[in-house]
């Protein structure tokens, strides 16, 4: 089958968690003799949004999935040329706007679509909760398996490192009270790296007695977190909140990598991994702390947490069972398609 997944993070965001994802999904796909392309939209040019040619884009495709996009008009144009008679299966996939931006999915007609992927439970459940799809399934995020895996030639040279942007500030509490203070108490050395910090929060990182390292020494994640005796899962606490369930990508890459993990405070609601087993989870400073210490001063705790974490990556959270997923999901659309078609013929 022929497969167009449709994404402006693969441009804005190359190095984001899901571009990651997509690039994997379509990797695997391809591995398993299928066509797989991105079709890579450029976020501010309208003009060649306006003007994308459908039918040479999407006229071979068997399945389309359209991911993330905001764009009414283009959402809108994809929709309906679906309906008017195109041969291919068209999705929708939402990472969590549906709760954390709700107007900006209540401005997209999905009339046209056969179906949205939902990364999580709650977000499913907005699309029923309001009306906007009835055909609506979980379909979360995975591990890069061919990206991100263990590197065990590589010895950790230091203790912690964090890998996160910026973002205005968004995570500043989470930095202050769950890496930045407990590294000092705990007195580990260690890395930071990221893009857009300000110098202040620079200065906080180098007196924590971590260093600060821009995001292009980033690109290597799997490398970095094979230097190190474990990392940290700081989620947005808006995110945190709205979206009970759905991690960002970074417990997937950082558990597939196998490198311990401990999280700031968040609900694993949907049964994702195994608390206390896979990863640590810290309630508060003093919890991080003593979590940090427990990883760097036990080496076979930590080999445990290792092991732990990439056996539920490699049983449960791999692009590989995503894609299977997907095809399932497929063909139960298919399947309600071929039924359909036989009522009317009736």
């Known amino acids: 089958m022929k497969f167009v997944v449709i994404s402006h993070?693969?441009?804005?965001?190359?190095?984001?968690?899901?571009?990651?994802?997509?690039?994997?999904?379509?990797?695997?796909?391809?591995?398993?003799?299928?066509?797989?392309?991105?079709?890579?939209?450029?976020?501010?040019?309208?003009?060649?949004?306006?003007?994308?040619?459908?039918?040479?884009?999407?006229?071979?495709?068997?399945?389309?999935?359209?991911?993330?996009?905001?764009?009414?008009?283009?959402?809108?144009?994809?929709?309906?040329?679906?309906?008017?008679?195109?041969?291919y299966r068209l999705y929708f996939r939402d990472t969590g706007r549906a709760r954390t931006a709700p107007e900006a999915i209540d401005r997209l007609d999905l009339a046209g679509y056969d179906g949205v992927?939902?990364?999580?439970?709650?977000?499913?459940?907005?699309?029923?909760?309001?009306?906007?799809?009835?055909?609506?399934?979980?379909?979360?995020?995975?591990?890069?398996?061919?990206?991100?895996?263990?590197?065990?030639?590589?010895?950790?040279?230091?203790?912690?490192?964090?890998?996160?942007?910026?973002?205005?500030?968004?995570?500043?509490?989470m930095l202050r009270s769950f890496l930045l203070r407990p590294a000092r108490t705990a007195r580990l050395h260690g890395h930071v790296f990221g893009a857009g910090h300000p110098l202040s929060a620079r200065l906080r990182?180098?007196?924590?007695?971590?260093?600060?390292?821009?995001?292009?020494?980033?690109?290597?994640?799997?490398?970095?977190?094979?230097?190190?005796?474990?990392?940290?899962h700081l989620p947005r606490p808006a995110e945190a909140e709205a979206l009970p369930g759905v991690p960002t990508s970074y417990p997937f890459q950082a558990l597939a990598c196998e490198i311990p993990l401990i999280s700031a405070p968040w609900e694993d609601s949907e049964g994702l991994f195994r608390p206390e087993e896979d990863y640590l989870l810290a309630r508060d400073c003093a919890e991080m702390r003593e979590a940090m210490q427990a990883i760097v001063e036990f080496p076979e705790f930590a080999a445990q947490l290792r092991e732990s974490g990439l056996e539920t990556i490699r049983a449960r959270h791999t692009c590989a069972h995503r894609v299977d997923e997907l095809l399932a999901i497929d063909a139960e659309v298919l399947g309600g398609i071929a039924t359909l078609v036989r009522g009317r013929s009736q």
């Open 205 to 232: 990182i180098r007196l924590s007695g971590l260093h600060f390292c821009d995001s292009s020494a980033a690109r290597e994640v799997p490398e970095l977190f094979a230097r190190h005796r474990l990392t940290v």
């Open 117 to 173: 992927l939902a990364n999580g439970e709650a977000v499913r459940q907005a699309y029923l909760e309001r009306g906007w799809s009835e055909r609506t399934w979980t379909w979360h995020e995975a591990a890069d398996t061919r990206v991100f895996r263990p590197r065990p030639e590589t010895g950790p040279q230091a203790d912690l490192v964090w890998i996160g942007d910026w973002e205005g500030g968004e995570r500043e509490g």
């Open 9 to 87: 993070s693969l441009l804005a965001d190359p190095m984001g968690g899901n571009a990651y994802f997509l690039r994997g999904v379509i990797a695997e796909l391809e591995s398993r003799g299928h066509d797989a392309e991105a079709l890579e939209l450029p976020g501010t040019s309208h003009v060649a949004l306006a003007t994308l040619d459908l039918d040479a884009a999407l006229g071979e495709a068997d399945i389309v999935l359209v991911d993330g996009c905001e764009d009414p008009s283009l959402v809108a144009r994809i929709g309906a040329h679906r309906a008017a008679g195109a041969g």
